[in-house]
């Protein structure tokens, strides 16, 4: 018998949430400032980032750059993340999850810090456009955590906040929910440490993927 639905909206982030690529967008910025010779972010540092659109990710890790410098850091890490992106994946799992989430009538989005194009090239890349109903990018709409990107998303797809569920890996992915009148889920296995999910009250953590599945099917 199928469960009632709590939630007719499920958005998720991408890098870190779906997407296994939280160690490359680590490594291409640390890598993209030793290009350019700036300071380099620790690992800690450079992981908090992810979720953010690029400038303002690249404001965080590297703080007090000219302007122009930021362009210069944008383009190296672009150069380094898109050489080896052919190498990431999809957490095992992630597909079958998906699948089973449209088969119970769920609205399926992604809320991300990627741009459009950047995407738009992963999910023809993995081939999963057709599962979701709608998305939003970091240079199309407010970056996280402003709620404006969820917004969007809900009233693009005409659901209420009360029946939107964001799933992510950080703060930023949290704090979106809070912000947006949203329910929340975080993942455990991206880029924040799950301790710091604390404070905005997330319905559920996920320690993997097939947690994330069963919790979903039975709760959302």
């Known amino acids: 018998m199928t469960r009632h639905r709590r939630f007719d909206l499920i958005a998720f982030d991408w890098d870190g949430t779906l997407f296994d690529s939280t160690a490359l967008i680590v490594r291409s910025l640390q890598d993209a400032c030793r290009d350019i010779g700036v300071e380099v972010p620790d690992a800690a540092r450079a992981a908090y980032v992810i979720g953010l659109g690029l400038r303002d990710a690249l404001e965080y890790a590297v703080p007090g750059l000219p302007s122009e410098r930021y362009a210069e850091l944008a383009a190296s890490y672009r150069r380094h993340y898109l050489g080896s992106q052919h190498e990431l994946s999809l957490f095992t799992g992630t597909i079958e999850m998906l699948r089973a989430l449209k088969a119970r009538q769920h609205l399926l989005a992604v809320a991300t810090g990627k741009t459009r194009r950047g995407l738009d090239d992963v999910l023809r890349m993995t081939e999963l456009r057709g599962l979701f109903d709608a998305s939003r990018t970091a240079d199309e709409t407010v970056s996280k955590p402003h709620p404006l990107m969820l917004q969007e998303l809900m009233a693009e797809c005409g659901i209420a906040p009360e029946r939107t569920l964001m799933v992510g890996d950080t703060t930023h992915d949290l704090q979106l929910a809070v912000n947006a009148g949203a329910s929340a889920v975080g993942v455990s296995f991206g880029a924040h440490d799950?301790?710091?999910?604390?404070?905005?009250?997330?319905?559920?953590?996920?320690?993997?993927?097939?947690?994330?599945?069963?919790?979903?099917?039975t709760n959302a």
């Open 194 to 217: 799950h301790e710091a999910f604390a404070p905005f009250e997330p319905l559920f953590i996920a320690h993997s993927t097939r947690e994330l599945h069963d919790w979903l099917i």
